[in-house]
């Protein structure tokens, strides 16, 4: 079955712009994260979407932060504008049953400069 | 709240010999799992085990294995005859639960010596 896609996979951006991310779970997986992960750090969750419905977003800073998951399908991450502390990676992952099996993307590596 | 602990920030093993990564988890939920994951500098995680908190049989996985202790809430993975292309980070992870998403560990380098 093909992977967890994300794009792009490198940005860099300047503080105060605004930046995308996409992405394509696998197919039929209704469950959604999106986590970011600074830097020596463990990934940490942004928002979980089950379907197209939005399951927990309480770690998500909604003054500069969005995602949506239209038709349940695709999601776009969305930060503006964006912070230096914003620099990370953004991985990611989806999931057929929840708590089992997560399979993650490659993740997009964000710099704010 | 739920929070993964993994206190050896960095590891070395010497390759073909046996190295063992530690975690401590804490959690309220009585039905959940706990992983190990593999993250390479490609960025992608990659599952290396995964245990059921409610089956009392360690996890193995090839040259992988698990010991988790559930009353001392403790899940450690043990590399057998270590290769290079262990070499990476590994981070314990909690998963399941009431919403299923995974609390994720600071995470340890593990560094194999040829």
């Known amino acids: 079955e093909a992977g967890v896609a994300q794009s792009p996979r490198y940005k860099i951006i300047e503080k105060r712009q605004s930046v995308a991310f996409w992405c394509n779970p696998i197919?039929?997986?209704?469950?959604l994260y999106w986590y970011q992960q600074i830097l020596g750090q463990g990934p940490k969750l942004l928002i979980q979407?089950?379907?197209?419905?939005?399951?927990?977003d309480s770690q998500l800073p909604k003054d500069r932060f969005s995602a949506e998951r239209l038709k349940g399908v695709d999601s776009t991450l969305k930060i503006q504008p964006a912070k230096l502390e914003d620099s990370a990676v953004y991985l990611c992952?989806?999931?057929?049953?929840?708590?089992?099996?997560?399979?993650f993307g490659s993740g997009t590596r964000l710099t704010v400069v | 709240a739920q929070t993964v602990t993994q206190s050896q920030p960095e590891m070395s093993v010497q390759e073909a010999e046996t190295v063992t990564l530690s975690c401590t988890y804490d959690?309220?939920?009585?039905?959940?799992?706990l992983f190990w994951y593999k993250q390479p500098p490609s960025r992608q995680m990659i599952l290396v085990i995964r245990?059921?908190?409610?089956?009392?049989q360690n996890a193995t996985e090839n040259r992988f294995s698990v010991n988790f202790q559930k009353a001392a809430k403790s899940f450690s993975l043990k590399i057998s005859d270590s290769q290079l292309g262990d070499a990476a980070m590994y981070f314990c992870?909690?998963?399941?639960?009431?919403?299923?998403?995974?609390?994720f560990g600071k995470g340890t380098k593990l560094s194999v010596k040829p």
């Open positions: 992952a989806s999931s057929s049953d929840l708590g089992y099996g997560y399979t």
């Open positions: 197919s039929g997986h209704a469950t």
């Open positions: 979407f089950q379907n197209n419905g939005v399951v927990d």
């Open positions: 959690t309220s939920e009585s039905d959940y799992y």
């Open positions: 245990q059921e908190a409610y089956k009392q």
């Open positions: 992870a909690q998963g399941g639960g009431s919403q299923g998403n995974l609390i």
